[in-house]
């Protein structure tokens, strides 16, 4: 992955009808890492993402991508969106759902083969959901449909990840088989960003965070960015950070 | 069954009678294909805006005696365009936006025909059909239009079925979704066309948004949806043009009735999602539950 570096951003700045949603910033992310993206709730989350992923128009600053242009990588890119993002009720059954990720490499007007079939079976066995693949997407609870989308991460088989707040109201188990998943790849080699809102299970989930509130606030290795000082200035006194034996306990409003 | 056979007879009889009926089938097919996609994007307004923006680009065709097919796609397709800049480029509301331009496309070619009164445009029948006037001309200029927006469909289904889903996904694996959207408009300015004579630009929209809806309601499948639609769109043609012909009403109006009333039994009695079939089971639910808490 060249020099190493999977992510390099230089003074980015997003503005939406006149409003700032991210100001003046500069990162850079190595490969192989799980990455999270916290703040607030309209700290610009979704919106770096969005903005890596190339789909804001007239943003100012420069990203790249692996070292590219983000238009030179995108068979290489899987995007998980929020839940909430989605139509439910879309007539789509669960794994017409995970052969979406096997789109990129069809040619335009190529249909999905038997290896496509069995490369969206296995996604989702390895998420636990091939018992489910007959069922329309709605029918499933909230984590299960947050583990189909990751098997349709899978099936993409790419090399970047990013996901829109994954773990935002899903099951424990969900949950456990999420991360498990999310750490595997780490370990493959493959690089992660994953949007998430809660402050609690951030060290132990993330390798590395990017800390935003419409600014960067800090960016660097869990430890480093969890502290104190950088906690208050991205949450603005709506986190309540009591100090144990073992660290801190952080909580979030 | 008199009806049955008389309408029968008049229909191995007379041409204009067949012609009406494979108008109305055809776009039945057409527009019950498209819809699908129009209501799983959530533009209904749109549809029918485009369809109202293709009036003055007929009109302005039939004065200078181009064909109408042109001169709707090219209103429709700058309606469209003109709806996305006014929302991008401003803080109207989309919704806001269409309303503002369709109505003003309309308007312009309501009055371009009270301009040219006498001129043999007639503002009846393009706002509302005239499906026993279908011309042979008319019938393969619509069977034209239908395998171009049927190959279409085809031939893009994944991209659409992507983008309509999970618009966010389709643009970062580098899918045109812009494009894909404008496409779509063009595709609803050409079916308009194609339903001109057989349904009228007022009520495009039902056979659009109607049966699609109809078929939302019955499968989980869009493959499914889209097959059942063109059913539900085609037969209420063929139940329209019959009610037309027997009791000698309007007969755009007759075939959107009838699409109606499939919509209407459909909401009712839907296996999954009927309101009187979910009524019967919570019933049913509540009946066994006490007659187990009595036993």
Redesign the interface.
């Known amino acids: 992955m060249g020099n190493g570096l999977c992510l390099e951003i230089n003074q980015l700045s997003v503005s939406y009808?006149g409003e700032k949603a991210l100001e003046d910033i500069s990162l850079s992310i190595p490969a192989q890492q799980l990455v999270g993206i916290i703040g607030p709730n309209g700290a610009g989350k979704s919106t770096l993402i969005?903005a890596i992923?190339g789909?804001i128009p007239g943003y100012k600053g420069k990203i790249k991508v692996l070292g590219k242009n983000v238009?030179a990588i995108?068979?290489q890119?899987a995007?998980v969106?929020q839940r909430n993002?989605?139509?439910m009720d879309?007539?789509?059954?669960v794994e017409?759902?995970v052969l979406?990720g096997r789109?990129?490499h069809?040619s335009?007007?190529g249909?999905p083969k038997k290896e496509d079939r069995e490369i969206a079976l296995n996604s989702l066995k390895q998420v636990g959901m091939l018992d489910y693949h007959k069922r329309?997407i709605g029918e499933l609870s909230g984590g299960q449909q947050q583990r189909v989308f990751l098997a349709r991460a899978l099936a993409q088989e790419a090399n970047l990840f990013?996901l829109d707040e994954p773990f935002s109201g899903i099951d424990v188990t969900s949950e456990k088989i999420i991360i498990d998943i999310l750490r595997g790849l780490r370990d493959q080699g493959k690089t992660l960003f994953v949007v998430h809102h809660d402050l609690s299970k951030v060290e132990s989930y993330f390798d590395s965070l990017i800390l935003l509130n419409k600014r960067l606030i800090s960016c660097g290795n869990s430890e480093e960015v969890l502290g104190v000082d950088q906690i208050e200035q991205a949450y603005e006194g709506s986190a309540v950070i009591l100090s144990g034996e073992n660290g801190k306990l952080v909580v979030s409003s | 069954m008199d009806n049955l056979s008389f309408f029968f007879d008049a229909l191995f009889q007379y041409k204009f009678l067949q012609n009406a009926m494979m108008a109305g089938v055809l776009v039945g097919i057409i527009c019950g294909v498209v819809g699908c996609f129009i209501i799983l994007r959530g533009m209904a307004l749109m549809g029918d805006a485009i369809s109202h923006a293709v009036l003055p680009g007929v009109v302005i065709a039939y004065m200078i005696g181009a064909s109408f097919f042109i001169g709707a796609v090219i209103t429709g397709v700058l309606t469209a365009l003109a709806i996305g800049y006014v929302s991008q480029n401003s803080k109207i509301k989309h919704d806001s936006s269409i309303g503002i331009m369709f109505t003003a496309a309309f308007a312009l070619g309501v009055v371009l025909i009270t301009l040219n009164r006498g001129t043999g445009v007639d503002l009846w029948h393009i706002l509302f059909g005239n499906v026993l006037a279908v011309s042979t001309t008319d019938l393969w200029m619509t069977i034209g239009i239908g395998i171009v927006v049927l190959t279409l469909i085809f031939l893009f289904y994944k991209q659409l079925v992507l983008s309509t889903f999970d618009p966010i996904m389709a643009q970062a694996i580098g899918l045109p979704t812009k494009l894909i959207h404008y496409i779509l408009m063009l595709v609803l300015s050409l079916v308009t066309v194609a339903s001109l004579n057989s349904v009228g630009i007022i009520l495009v929209v039902a056979m659009l948004i109607t049966p699609g809806a109809t078929a939302y309601l019955l499968t989980d499948r869009l493959p499914v949806m889209m097959g059942l639609s063109a059913v539900f769109g085609s037969v209420s043609a063929i139940i329209g043009v019959y009610y037309s012909f027997i009791y000698d009403v309007a007969t755009g109006a007759s075939i959107v009735l009838v699409a109606s009333i499939f919509f209407i039994i459909a909401f009712l009695l839907s296996p999954k999602h009927g309101i009187i079939v979910r009524w019967g089971r919570a019933k049913m639910a509540d009946r066994n539950t006490n007659e187990n808490t009595s036993i």
């Open positions: 009808h969005k992923l789909l238009n995108r068979k890119i995007y969106p993002d989605v139509d879309f007539p789509v059954l017409d759902v979406m789109y990129p069809l335009w007007y249909r329309q990013f």
